[in-house]
């Protein structure tokens, strides 16, 4: 029998469409597998088993009413939901002990699931309060990567990304606020996709007032990684903002490519530079024109970031604060020194910068080639032991650079697996202007056909 953890979720979603497997077969795989395998990586928080069957069922039962041609793409095929984001009835998490009281209903992309007929296998593990770049908490989630079980899966979603690259869930959900999708996508070999501020509906359990935040989806195809996409795309009562109009560009296009970060005074690893270069040739293959871009460097913007990100994290009501992280309780405490005044300026500088690239960069390019980080994926608990957590924020922002560009402009964004560096992969980024995810991702999946290569599971979890 095919091995099922292995096959795309797309063609997992054939098989259940053409009767050759059920919905229910294909999740309690999965479950089985994260019964046997997850004391091992760590991904989840929680298992919905019953949920899951439950909803797996369903899924059979309409499909037999309706038939191959009246259900959704990725009809049957299971799911995993990062823990900041409500499931009905299930707790959320945010990765802290002074969370886990059962959601009174569910996030809009999970009614999106719920819809679609996706069975939902469990949450997954992120760092408390979804804040930094690593997947370690302190209520059991030192989550491993399954490339080397040493390193970090990166954050904040490095569950769900675990969980995906060691064949738990064929698919999963995750949130990125500053990368917090494509970081963990470049450090376990996934396709990572922020999309467009609008595409997807936030909230209502967490609106992201500072638009900074948006779900995400992590696959190890484009094509999955799409379908995903299509499935919880849409807006609904109380988003912020919708999606907005995208021009298509006539082929070929012209991609830029900038290997050298926003942030000042900072040196970008070989191996990360490198990947970037080699997306960008893989696109000139393709018949595109790739022409180098200078971003410029502004510590302000990265100034700007901090400040508010640290306002998010002190909005959160807390019972106990000295059970939390100290991180978390650093970046609180810095929240709560920043008034109203400077928070509206760093809005404002957001806005700015989304103008600077759309008029400056994407009114040169189409499409935008980065390194995703700066560093390969790096040893759980580095960014824990610096003397004080000023010098812990500055390590995260050596190693992630390049994303919160994307989030502070409310710009689309896909981390794509292109190398290998000392047996881990290494990520390069390709960005656009707003509404252009769907245009970035078929171009990746054309390279996935060009270069005729199945995607895989991490070493060892076959």
């Not at 979720?9 to 054939?14: K, N």
């Not at 919905?48 to 049957?76: I, K």
């Not at 992630?400 to 402009?409: D, S």
């Not at 881990?424 to 245009?439: D, T, V």
């Amino acid at each position: 029998m095919t091995v099922l953890h292995e096959l795309p979720a797309t063609e997992l979603a054939g098989l259940i469409r053409a009767g050759s497997v059920t919905s229910v077969e294909a999740t309690r795989h999965h479950l089985d597998r994260i019964e046997r395998l997850d004391r091992r990586l760590g991904a989840f928080a929680t298992v919905t088993a019953e949920l899951a069957l439950d909803q797996a069922h369903r899924a059979d039962e309409v499909l037999a009413a309706a038939g191959p041609d009246g259900v959704g793409a990725l009809h049957g095929v299971p799911v995993a939901v990062k823990d900041n984001l409500d499931v009905e009835d299930v707790p959320t998490g945010w990765g802290s002990a002074d969370r886990g009281d059962e959601a009174v209903g569910d996030d809009n992309v999970v009614v999106r699931l719920r819809r679609a007929h996706l069975p939902i296998l469990g949450k997954t593990h992120l760092p408390e309060f979804a804040l930094p770049c690593y997947t370690e908490n302190l209520v059991g989630g030192d989550t491993a990567n399954p490339w080397a079980p040493e390193l970090s899966p990166g954050g904040s979603s490095g569950g769900s990304a675990a969980a995906v690259s060691a064949g738990l869930a064929p698919l999963a959900l995750g949130t990125d606020a500053g990368g917090s999708v494509r970081i963990p996508a470049s450090c376990c070999g996934l396709i990572g996709v922020r999309p467009s501020n609008g595409t997807v509906s936030n909230g209502p359990s967490d609106p992201a007032p500072t638009a900074l935040s948006v779900p995400g989806v992590l696959a190890r195809t484009a094509l999955d990684a799409t379908a995903l996409l299509r499935t919880i795309a849409g807006t609904m009562t109380g988003d912020l903002v919708a999606a907005r109009p995208y021009a298509e560009p006539d082929a070929p296009l012209r991609i830029g490519l900038a290997t050298e970060p926003m942030v000042p005074d900072l040196e970008v690893a070989g191996e990360c530079r490198a990947a970037a270069e080699d997306l960008a040739s893989s696109l000139a293959a393709s018949g595109h024109e790739v022409v180098p871009v200078d971003l410029g460097k502004d510590v302000a913007v990265a100034d700007a970031f901090r400040d508010a990100w640290s306002v998010v994290a002190a909005s959160f009501e807390v019972d106990d604060e000295e059970a939390l992280a100290p991180f978390t309780r650093w970046m609180r405490d810095r929240g709560r020194g920043v008034g109203g005044v400077r928070l509206h300026e760093c809005l404002t500088m957001f806005r700015g910068v989304a103008r600077m690239l759309d008029e400056m960069v994407f009114g040169m390019v189409d499409l935008l080639v980065t390194p995703t980080l700066a560093t390969p994926p790096q040893r759980r608990g580095v960014f824990r032991t610096h003397a004080d957590e000023e010098a812990n924020f500055a390590a995260m922002t050596r190693f992630m650079p390049f994303t919160p560009m994307y989030n502070i402009a409310g710009m689309p964004a896909v981390s794509v697996p292109v190398r290998r560096a000392g047996g881990l992969p290494i990520g390069a980024m390709l960005g656009g202007p707003y509404g252009s995810e769907w245009r970035i991702l078929r171009e990746v999946a054309l390279l996935e056909a060009r270069s005729g290569g199945r995607p895989g599971l991490a070493p060892g979890w076959r």
